[in-house]
Structures are given as C-alpha cells and as structure tokens.
C-alpha cells in the first residue's frame, strides 16, 4: 500500500519553496532532485534577511534554511510567526556541529524537521512529507473560509427565496427556522425538537428518499438536491412538490436541508423581526471555531461598551463605523480569539481552555479591562469603558434562542475581581526615615498640583492602569517573560509613572504607587501561572521606594509567600540605571535583601551614560534593558555596526542577559537579531495589553 504522504497529487501543481542558503550548488541540489522525481518546482534562492523580509509577503509551501551571511534560523522562524503564513514550515538543512541529542531542542524552537542532504532519499522523502504537511494545512484554512463563504450565502440565499431551513443530526431534527416551522404546522421550535426526520416530510417515494438520505449522511452530497411529493397535510396546503436540498452543517455529524417555498404564506404569522433574526446565525462563528479548535471548556464573554460620549456625537456616519470596528479590534487584541459585533456597543468572544481551572483563570486575565480605556482612533484619544459577563457553554450552540439566552446570561453575570491573599495587605502610613520634601510651588503648579491629585485619587479608586509585553527570548528558556507599565489616563492621554519627575516633589505618593503596583502585578501574576507556572514579571518602579520606603522587603516576602515560587524568581525588580548610580550607597543594602527573598533586580535606560559601565561589575544586578535610543540605530548601516562594538564591549566586561525594546515593526525586529542581546521587546512580537497572554498561543 502506497504512502498517502507521498501522493502523486503534489505533482500537479508548482511546488513553491523558498530557500536560504549562501550556496548555489546546494540550491541546485534540491530544485534537480524535485524536477527528476516529476516535481514542479518554483523556488527562490536568498541568504539576506531583507530579502526573506519582502518574500514573506508571498504565500510559499516550505522554507528550507541552509546558511545565511546575516540571518539566523531562530530570527528566521520568529519573523515566519509573525507573518501572514504563520504556520509556514521551516527544515532546517545540515546544521553545523549538529548532535542528534539536540533535535529536541531544535523542535521546540519551532523547526518543523532536520534533513541531511548527503542522504538524497531520505531528504527527498522528508520534504515530501512537509509538503504534504503543508498543502493540508493550506486545503483546511482555504476550506474553512469557503464554508464561511457559503454559510452566509445559505443564509441569504434561504431569506431572499423564503426557504425552510433545519438541521438534521442522526435523522432527528435540533433547529429549524420559522420558514420550515410554518410549512409544516408547527408554531415553537420546542415542537420539533427530537423528531424524526421521516415523520416531518413524510415522503411518498419512502425507500427512495432513505436511500438518498443515506449518502446524505455519509457525506456524499452529489445528488442532495431533489423532488419529492409529502403525505404532510400542512406540507401539502403549500404545494404538491417539495424542492429539497441537502447541504453540509458546522454541527457534528449533522446536515442542513432547506426547503423552497416560493408561497410567501409560508411565513404565517411571523413578523420581519422574527424572520430576520434566525438566519443571520452570528453564532456559527463561535461553532466552527469550537469544531475546528475544540477545547473541553468554553465561555461567551459579553462586552457591552458603555461609554458613549459627546466626542463620538461629534464623527459622521463613516467615521463612526470605524470607531466601531476599532473598538471591535481593540476587544479581539485582549481576547485572543474570536469576536463577532452584534450591536454598535455589544460584542460577543470566546474563551476556550482545557479544565474550569484554566478557564476561569482567563476570565479572571480580563479583569483589568473593566477600567476605563484609551483608544487611539482617527489620530485622537477615546475613553472607552466596558461592562463584561460571561456565560459557560455545553457543545456547539444550537439556536438563535440558546445564543440570546448565553447573552443574557452574561449580562446578568459580570465578571468580577476575584479576592487573593494579596488584597490582604494593607499599608499603614508612610513609614520612612526621611520626611518627604515638601510640594514645591512654581510656574507649573496648576497642572502639578492637578496631576498629583489625580494620582492620589487614582490610588483610592483603583483606576491604575498595569500593561503587559512580552519578550522574545532568543534562548527559548523563558517564554513567559513580561515587562510591566504602568500609568493613567490624564486629560485624555496616557501619562507613564515611571520616571515621572512629579513625584520627586511628593515621595509618600511616589512609594504608595510603587507598593500598588507591585501587590496589583502579583495578583495578575498569581492567576496568570495557573495558565503559565514559569511566568515571570519584570515589574518598573521607581528609585523611592528604594530609599523611602522601609517596608519594601517585607512586602516582596509576602507577596513571595502569596506566589510560593521564589526558586524561578518570578519578580524582577527593575529600576533606572542612573537612580541606582546616584543613589549606589543607600540603595546596595536593600537591593542584597531584596534578592535575598528571591527577587531579581533590573535596570533601564541602560547603555546611554557613561557611567553606566559601572554596573556591570556588580553582583546584584541580573538584566539590563538598554534605553529606547540605541533601537534607532537598528534603521542604519553604520549605527548598527556602532550598536553591535558598544553591546559587545559590554559583553566583555561581563557575560549579562540584556533586553532591546522599542522594536515595532518587522525591520527593527529583524535587525535586532545582529545584537548580541537576550531578549527582544517591542509592538512587533507583543503589544502592550492590560492583562496577561501568551501571544505565541495562536
């Protein structure tokens, strides 16, 4: 029995390969093999990164990675991730220094396979598979958008020829629209539930139809379309011939049949209202997604935009259509999957996880959007403000009725912030053995004074705002890595509080944000491993809380004892490099008892001051996240050679673990990848989002 990988089908159409190698024999190599097996063959030779960059726009088969002059495989996989073929296999040719105790490694990086071209057959065989691999994934997705396609075309189609339309599952009717209700006598959904096909339609030719019915459901769908004459009296007052169709279902196991009924009488009763609403199956969305990536626990969760405010009164019909479809991608950024619009300021997602534990843990992830939100739509800010729910979902979603009832369930179920042992610390009064300074007056006071108010009332009512990115690790050890922001909405822009020289003239405010911000993080953290027990948070803060605050070791210890994982150092402490420099001799004794407790300790803006060569001497240390600055001199030649001499002389003074940010777009990302960094961060790989997820999770 032939091998069904190694069809002869793959013959039929060009196969399209891109390559990456500095060698135009090994090129050859495999183009000549293909062509003499009966392969057509387009492929195109590169070994540059911006090459791979523009050809990523094209759809391919499979990439092969030989060797490249300024391209690794690893920064070949992430940009392929992040491209519009994220799936896109990559096998990797002849690695050098290759032992076969690393081909785990090698997988869990993302390569699809490792081949030896010294071995022409078993390669040949290999890259057959992946093609077969890769066409199916390719028939599957292109399958799914022509059931997409025609299910809306059904759908219109049944409402534009008054057709009766039913679902079928093991012969017993599950759904049926009013059309087909009306044709044949029945006045609820309910009545038709759980009854025979056969008893409905009644057929004359009964052995005929059972026999059709029969490749109906063993998905042979050739001859679905037919005649039959009913022995249904209601069926019979419509007219003497059924025209029937038979069509596939999202269900499981289930067909669609529909019924023309060009008597418009067929709608008895019915209002447009009622009609109108059941064909239009918005839910569809959510079940095919469910059959397509099932998981064993679903959820609905309802957002209900409730801030419409007179900045929106202001946009014409055009403008406010797109402000709608921003706040819809806006919603689909933070759910991570499916979001249908029902109404201008109601949208439907799916939460999909393995148990209940894992499920309520992504619930509980959402929490934070419960704040009110900044929109950047048409070059200006919008404050945008949500009320969520969500109601549990038992198998696919059988009717217009069970999805306005999962709706209503979810309005009636907010999600709510869940109580940890965190919301158990309390702060008793600024505890320092300095007295904070006092509020300096000056040209500038209106708007300080303003703004240290609005934090302190910020504080009291919990509308902080946390945002979380996560980093690209080249070593592939830590995934789940996440740089915590923090800031607030102030006269509608986002105000950042790191660095915020304001708080210089108000220390007691600057280290209550601190402790908040780290208990607040923790909490996100608490539920987040759950999902991801090695995640860790490199949490900003500033240099106050340092020196001011006699607490801080305490409050670290408890929250250690909240997260009870210290081994893996899930928190990062990070601070500004310069505050550390200024400030070395009171802050040294505090960071040695922070790491103590199994914390470990960041600086930012790094790389920018002279002075910061200083710190890589010292042991208490353990990342340095170089200053947004030196990410501009990924865009040119000479700047990047300059970046490459600075980061290595770094690299000899001491062996650290450093992170670029800023890296936006899939150039800076791409270049990037030349620095002699760990960690990659930037809009690119994540955005920033005000909760926790796994943006590698697709």
């Known amino acids: 029995m032939r091998n069904a990988f190694l069809s002869n089908k793959l013959k039929q159409i060009k196969t399209r390969l891109l390559i990456i190698d500095d060698n135009q024999i090994r090129y050859n190599q495999i183009v000549d093999l293909l062509t003499s097996k009966g392969h057509q ?105 022509e059931l997409e396609i025609a299910e809306t075309h059904i759908q219109t189609h049944a409402n534009d020829t008054h057709k009766a339309v039913a679902v079928i599952q093991e012969g017993i009717h599950i759904k049926a629209n009013p059309e087909y209700l009306a044709l044949f006598g029945f006045k609820k959904e309910e009545e038709i539930f759980g009854l025979p096909l056969l008893d409905v339609l009644q057929p004359e030719q009964l052995q005929d139809f059972k026999q059709r019915f029969k490749r109906i459901t063993q998905r042979n769908f050739d001859q679905a379309r037919f005649e039959i004459k009913s022995l249904n009296t209601n069926a019979q007052s419509k007219g003497s011939v059924l025209r029937i169709e038979f069509l596939p279902d999202n269900a499981q196991d289930a067909v669609q049949i529909s019924i023309e009924t060009d008597n418009p009488q067929a709608n008895s009763g019915k209002t447009g209202t009622e009609t109108g609403s059941s064909p239009t199956r918005l839910y569809e969305q959510f079940n095919r997604k469910m059959l397509n990536e099932p998981a064993n626990k679903n959820a609905v969760v309802i957002f209900l935009l409730t801030d419409f405010h007179e900045q929106i009164a202001k946009l014409n019909q055009v403008q406010t259509s797109e402000y709608i479809k921003a706040v819809q991608g806006f919603i689909q950024e933070h759910a991570h999957n499916t979001v249908i619009k029902m109404t201008p300021a109601l949208f439907i997602g799916l939460c999909q996880a393995a148990n209940e534990d894992l499920l309520h843990s992504k619930l509980q992830g959402l929490t934070p959007l419960l704040k009110p939100q900044l929109l950047e739509f048409n070059s200006e800010n919008y404050s945008v403000q949500f009320t969520i729910g969500y109601s549990e979902i038992e198998g696919a979603i059988q009717s217009q009725e069970q999805f306005d009832f999962l709706i209503t369930q979810g309005l009636s179920h907010p999600l709510q912030h869940e109580k940890t042992k965190a919301n158990e610390i309390k702060f008793s009064g600024f505890d320092s053995e300095e007295a904070p300074p006092a509020l300096m007056l000056g040209a500038q006071l209106d708007r300080e004074h303003m703004l240290l108010t609005e934090l302190h009332r910020a504080i009291e009512q919990n509308t902080i705002h946390l945002k979380y990115q996560q980093l690209y690790d080249k070593q592939d050890t830590e995934p789940y890595i996440y740089e915590v922001t923090s800031g607030v909405i102030f006269d509608k822009q986002w105000l950042a509080l790191e660095d915020l020289t304001e708080l210089n003239n108000d220390v007691e405010l600057a280290v209550k944000l601190d402790r908040w911000i780290l208990v607040e993080a923790s909490k996100q953290l608490y539920n987040f491993i759950t999902q991801y027990p090695n995640s860790k948070l490199i949490i900003n803060l500033n240099i106050h809380i340092l020196l001011h605050d006699k607490q801080i070791v305490n409050l670290v210890e408890k929250l250690f004892s909240i997260i009870r994982n210290t081994q893996n150092h899930p928190l990062i402490l990070q601070f500004s490099a310069l505050d550390i420099i200024k400030h070395v001799e009171q802050v040294t004794p505090v960071l040695q008892q922070l790491r103590i407790q199994g914390a470990l300790i960041s600086v930012r803006h790094f790389g920018v001051y002279d002075q910061c060569m200083s710190l890589l001497s010292r042991d208490d240390i353990d990342l340095y996240r170089l200053d947004s600055k030196l990410t501009d001199s990924l865009n040119d030649d000479k700047e990047l050679t300059e970046l490459q001499l600075q980061v290595q002389k770094y690299k000899e003074v001491a062996e650290v673990d450093m992170i670029l940010p800023m890296l936006n777009n899939m150039n800076s990302f791409a270049n990037a990848w030349n620095i002699d960094v760990r960690y990659l961060q930037g809009d690119y790989f994540q955005k920033k989002l005000d909760h926790l997820i796994d943006g590698q999770d697709h």
């Open 41 to 145: 063959v387009d492929a195109f030779l590169l070994d540059d990164i911006k090459s791979f960059e523009k050809q990523l726009h094209t759809h391919w088969d499979v990439v092969l990675f030989g060797r490249a002059y300024d391209l690794k495989f690893e920064q070949a996989l992430a940009l392929i991730h992040a491209s519009n073929q994220p799936q896109l296999p990559l096998l990797l040719l002849n690695p050098e220094n290759y032992q076969p105790s690393q081909y785990l490694n090698y997988i869990n990086k993302g390569v699809y396979d490792l081949f030896n071209l010294d071995y022409p057959d078993r390669f040949y065989i290999g890259l057959v598979r992946t093609l077969s691999y890769s066409r199916s994934l390719q028939a599957q997705q292109h399958l799914l958008k």
